[in-house]
T-cell receptor, first 112, second 117 residues
Framework: EDQVTQSPEALRLQEGESSSLNCSYT??????LFWYRQDPGKGPEFLFT???AGEEKEKERLKATLTKKESFLHITAPKPEDSATYLC?????????????FGKGTKLSVKP | GAGVSQTPSNKVTEKGKYVELRCDPISGHTALYWYRQSLGQGPEFLIYFQGTGAADDSGLPNDRFFAVRPEGSVSTLKIQRTERGDSAVYLC???????????????FGPGTRLTVL
C-alpha cells in the first residue's frame, strides 16, 4: 500500500533554532514529491516539488531534499512567522495527475 | 480572480440533507481537484477534472458524492443524504493543466468547513 509518513507530528523550536522535518514514503513508483505549508483555517500553500533523488530546492529559510526513501524539509534560523503545519505529498508514477497522497503533517511552532 | 475561491466558507446541515459546495478556480486553469481534510489529517483526494470531464473519480467514497464542472470552470461538489462522518473541510485546488508529461502545481482554496449535525 502506498504510504506517506511525516515526523515528528509536532515540533516546538525557539526562534533561530534550526531543525528538520521528515517525510518518508513507501510507494510503487514516485513521480514527484511536494511540500506544502498550511496555516490554520486556510488551504495548503505550495512550497516545493522534487522529482528525483539528490534533488534540492531552497526558498528563504527552507530547503527541501529528496532521497529514494524520504524527504527532509530543513528550516534554518526559523522565525515565529514560520509557524504552520507542513504537509508532504507524493504523486505516483502511473497514477492520475490529480491524486496527491498526503501525509498527516508536522505542526511547527516557533517561539520568539 | 486572484486565487481559488470556495463558497460557502462554512456550512452546517442536518443528517440526511443535501448540500452543494462551490469552487471557482483560478482563471485559465484547466485542471480542478477536490480534496477532503479531517481534523489532524492531510487532505484526501476525491476527484480530478480535466476541462469538463472527470479524469479520476477514484477518491469519491460512495455514490452519495458527486461533482460536476459543466463549463470547464466552476465546479460543484454535491453530497446527498449527508452523514455525520461527512463532516470535514472540503478543499478545492486548480492547476494550469493536468496532462501528463509535466506536473503543474496545485493552488488550493481556503476550503468549506462542512458540519453535519
Amino acid at each position: 500500500e502506498d504510504q506517506v509518513t511525516q515526523s515528528p507530528e509536532a515540533l516546538r523550536l525557539q526562534e533561530g533554532e534550526s531543525s528538520s522535518l521528515n517525510c518518508s514514503y513507501t510507494v510503487s513508483g514516485l513521480r514527484g514529491l511536494f511540500w506544502y505549508r498550511q496555516d490554520p483555517g486556510k488551504g495548503p500553500e505550495f512550497l516545493f516539488t522534487l522529482y528525483s533523488a539528490g534533488e534540492e530546492k531552497e526558498k528563504e529559510r527552507l530547503k527541501a531534499t529528496l532521497t529514494k526513501k524520504e524527504s527532509f524539509l530543513h528550516i534554518t534560523a526559523p522565525k515565529p512567522e514560520d509557524s504552520a503545519t507542513y504537509l508532504c505529498a507524493v504523486l505516483l508514477r502511473g497514477g492520475s495527475q490529480g491524486n496527491l497522497i498526503f501525509g498527516k503533517g508536522t505542526k511547527l511552532s516557533v517561539k520568539p | 480572480g486572484a486565487g481559488v475561491s470556495q463558497t460557502p466558507s462554512n456550512k452546517v446541515t442536518e443528517k440526511g440533507k443535501y448540500v452543494e459546495l462551490r469552487c471557482d478556480p483560478i482563471s485559465g486553469h484547466t485542471a480542478l481537484y477536490w480534496y477532503r481534510q479531517s481534523l489532524g489529517q492531510g487532505p484526501e483526494f476525491l476527484i480530478y477534472f480535466q476541462g469538463t470531464g472527470a479524469a479520476d473519480d477514484s477518491g469519491l467514497p460512495n455514490d452519495r458524492f458527486f461533482a460536476v464542472r459543466p463549463e470547464g470552470s466552476v465546479s460543484t461538489l454535491k453530497i446527498q443524504r449527508t452523514e455525520r462522518g461527512d463532516s470535514a473541510v472540503y478543499l478545492c485546488a486548480s492547476s494550469l493543466s493536468g496532462t501528463s508529461g509535466s506536473y503543474n502545481e496545485q493552488f488550493f482554496g481556503p476550503g468549506t468547513r462542512l458540519t453535519v449535525l
